[in-house]
């Protein structure tokens, strides 16, 4: 079966961003294709460690799979959830990979350079893990990778890397699709990206010091109204979709249409030609506040212990596959 795979990292509480952008629609097409499909689902711990830990990287682990589980996460035979820690094969196929990949293609990743932009130095794993995310996508032949527009780079050099080392060795590892037809299996027109309350140019970030640039999940409604209420729009005095000229404006249609799971093009017909931004905020803290107390409410009724059963069988089913691919790539280069 053809796998689709795909993970969020569990450093701190996510944002509505990480809800709506990444996390709501990998369950709504795990839903419609783990029939057919295997449908990985993985916590990437070892990324997590490339920022500040907290000591609570364990708790957050859990926490995020609750996630899934209470966004509606259907599970059966296919669906596979794991650690990446937990899968040694991760970290040794990234070090061959390493051999592989060039310096000059890891200089040009756009979120090295957004995360290291002003320091002084940082450390090699922000400028190393999109070849980590390489070997957690080929270790398992996967095909789609639901991701924010934001990673899309990321999975073309996944793809540059199969195509580079296949040359050389053969038809070892699967070559992912590209962000062409991944956005097409997505069902989008172009990657989701919830744009940053205050500052719209920018996506809503959970590492983004102002409180109320982002709605938390665990934010109560009544918070959440007033960030809504305290978004940034502009001074044209009319409601359309434009996110070049109206950035602010559109991330709130953007918001309303896939917290009601309405069509953009119904939502933005219907707020034509209104010129009070006030009432368009209203509505969509409205429709936010419902979307998080129905969120909450299911969340509070997982156990860890659910989640835990599902992480046993899960890293057995992840650590067979990885083996298997790892062995491959092992003999490859005479390692066995």
């Known amino acids: ?25 990998m369950v709504r097409l795990a839903n419609e294709h783990s029939s057919k499909m295997n449908v990985n689902i993985f916590v990437p711990d070892l990324h997590s460690i490339i920022s500040d830990v907290d000591g609570n990287l364990r708790s957050n682990t859990i926490r995020t799979l609750k ?19 937990y899968v040694p094969a991760h970290s ?16 040009r990743m756009t979120q090295y350079k957004e995360k290291s932009e002003g320091k ?3 450390n090699v794993g922000i400028f190393d893990y999109p070849v980590l995310m390489a070997a957690d996508i080929l270790l398992y032949s996967a095909e789609y990778i639901p991701l924010g527009e934001d990673q899309f780079q990321h999975i073309e050099l996944a ?14 590892f699967v070559v992912p699709e590209s962000t062409v037809q991944q956005i097409k299996f997505m069902g989008v027109e172009q990657g989701i990206r919830i744009r940053d309350l205050l500052n719209p140019d920018k996506k809503m970030s959970k590492s983004t010091k102002a409180e109320n640039s982002k709605i938390m ?32 404006i559109s991330n709130l249609l953007v ?8 069509p953009l093009a119904d939502v933005t017909a219907r707020w034509a030609g209104e010129t009070r931004y006030g009432d368009l905020k209203k509505q969509v803290a409205a429709s936010v506040s419902v979307m998080l107390a129905d969120f909450q409410e299911k969340l509070a009724g997982i156990s860890d212990e659910v989640v835990l059963k599902l992480l046993d069988e899960g890293e057995a089913y992840a650590n067979k596959v990885a083996n298997v691919k790892l062995l491959e790539v092992q003999k490859a280069f005479g390692l066995r």
């Open 255 to 262: 918001i309303e249409s896939l917290v009601t799971n309405t």
């Open 217 to 248: 999940l665990d934010d109560t409604p009544e918070k959440a109204t007033k960030k809504i209420m305290s978004a940034t729009t502009d001074s044209l005095g009319k409601v359309r979709f434009d996110m070049w000229a109206q950035p602010g």
């Open 92 to 107: 040794e196929l990234c070090w061959i990979l390493n051999c592989v990949a060039t310096m000059g293609e890891m200089g």
């Open 67 to 85: 996630y899934y589980l209470a966004a509606g996460l259907e599970i059966n035979n296919n669906v596979h959830i794991y650690r990446q820690s």
């Open 1 to 25: 079966m053809k796998t689709i795979l795909t993970g969020i990292r569990a450093n701190s509480e996510l944002t509505l961003g990480n809800y709506l952008g990444a996390l709501l629609p």
């Open 120 to 122: 002084a130095s940082c």
């Open 159 to 172: 793809r540059n890397l199969a195509i580079r080392f296949n040359n050389r060795f053969g038809d070892i």
